[in-house]
């Protein structure tokens, strides 16, 4: 059987995304339920982390234990990534004591690098280029909300980021309108926005953006990483934070996410999160699911 990367969500196809939305509600009222549910016994999930997270670590820990399995944490110190073994040789060796590995680091070259040479699966939890694993969450939360976004109009306002990357993907494979609000020289990939085609709109107003739209997103301004750039970031993106007052231009049932942590009085205005049209909390909780549904599709799919 071939193997299945999650690498982006072009890994995928629309009918495969669309039945993991609906795979990870069902998962969530299992758990809800106390349903015990466990098709994934003595199975172990390898979590490389190169760059630190709580929902990352703690959703894929968690779910991997309900599913039956479990997880090894491994830090820079405590692999010999660390200290400079080829990742083409660290994948070969790894791929044969774990059932799958979840690779949480900088470059984006690192991951497929490390899926090329896996004979498990791998699973990208954050690269510098593509977040898929969140788009899971954030697709799972709007279906909850208000049901399919096929043929909605989300706006995205902030920097061209990773997550921003994902949302153009997700925007293609989810059928849905991009309003892309970022400054001058803070766009996403521009190959991305080729592909996207008139799918996906780069505007510099977010009033603009967020008119008709039916989500409102954003990420911080500065990501990990990027921590020396915060000062002249803070500067740039001054007229793109996201308020209760911009969110009023919206469509009069949009819902706003933020994939967390947010920076409050940045890049969300200090009542944002807590707004009733905020649903970032669930979007968070839904990291749990979603990922379990993915880990459930890559390991027992025939």
Known sequence: ??????????????????????????????????????????????????????????????????????????????????????????????????????IRTFEHQKAATFAQYSSVPVINAL?????????????????????????????????????????????????????????????????LLDQAGDRVRIVRDPKEAVENAHLVTTDVWASMGQEEEAQARLKAFENFQVSPALMDKADKDAIFLHCLPAHRGEEVSEDMLDDPRSFVFEQAGNRLHAQKALLEFLLCSE
């Open 1 to 102: 059987m071939t193997v299945r990367h999650f690498l982006t969500l072009n890994d995928l196809s629309q009918d495969e995304l669309r039945h993991l939305i609906q795979r990870s509600i069902d998962l969530k009222q299992m758990h809800k339920d106390g349903r015990v549910y466990e098709p994934l016994k003595s199975r172990v999930l390898g979590m490389i982390f190169e760059k630190s997270s709580t929902r990352t670590r703690v959703s894929f820990e968690a779910g991997m234990i309900q599913l039956g399995g479990g997880a090894i944490f491994l830090s820079p110190r405590d692999t010999q990534l660390g200290r400079g073994e080829p990742i083409e040789d660290s994948a070969r060796v790894l791929s044969q004591m774990v059932d799958a590995v979840m």
């Open 127 to 191: 690269t510098d280029d593509y977040h898929p694993c969140q788009l899971l969450a954030d697709m799972q939360a709007y279906h909850e909300a208000r049901g399919s976004i096929q043929g909605k109009t989300v706006a995205w306002i902030g920097d061209g980021n990773n997550m921003c990357n994902s949302y153009i993907n997700a925007a293609r494979l989810y059928d849905f309108t991009l309003n892309i609000a970022c400054p001058e020289g803070f766009e996403p990939m521009q190959a």
